[in-house]
């Protein structure tokens, strides 16, 4: 059993900075990359940033700048630091797994609301 738990959100101004964090446990061998996805009310689910097993990232084209993920394989996880944050990038952000097996892993979310 594979799960990951978010951590971090919260309320913070423009202009601001949060750090999420995003903690797997289970069968971590199966993972090929872990990110974070977020959705905002009434727009689809989007791509913020995701980091891949050798090291590559990518990110979404609204956040590249300004959002950077890293990881500590030590513990497992995963940080997507956020700085210069915008009131459109209030959202639920989630925690993402990518798996070989195909069965990818979701966590239940953490809000981030950024305005004065």
């Known amino acids: 059993q594979l799960q990951v738990v978010e951590s971090g959100g919260g309320l913070v101004q423009p202009g601001g900075s949060l750090r999420l964090s995003c903690a797997a446990s289970?069968?971590?061998?199966?993972?090929?990359?872990m990110g974070w996805y977020r959705q905002a009310p009434g727009y689809e689910r989007e791509l913020v940033a995701r980091i891949f097993s050798g090291g590559t990232t990518v990110y979404g084209d609204s956040v590249k700048g300004r959002f950077t993920i890293s990881r500590d394989n030590a513990k497992n996880t995963v940080y997507l630091q956020m700085n210069s944050l915008k009131p459109e990038d209030t959202a639920v952000y989630y925690c993402?797994?990518?798996?070989?097996?195909?069965?990818?892993?979701w966590g239940q979310g953490t809000q981030v609301t950024v305005s004065s």
């Open positions: 289970g069968s971590i061998a199966s993972i090929y990359a």
């Open positions: 993402n797994c990518g798996r070989y097996d195909g069965n990818d892993c």
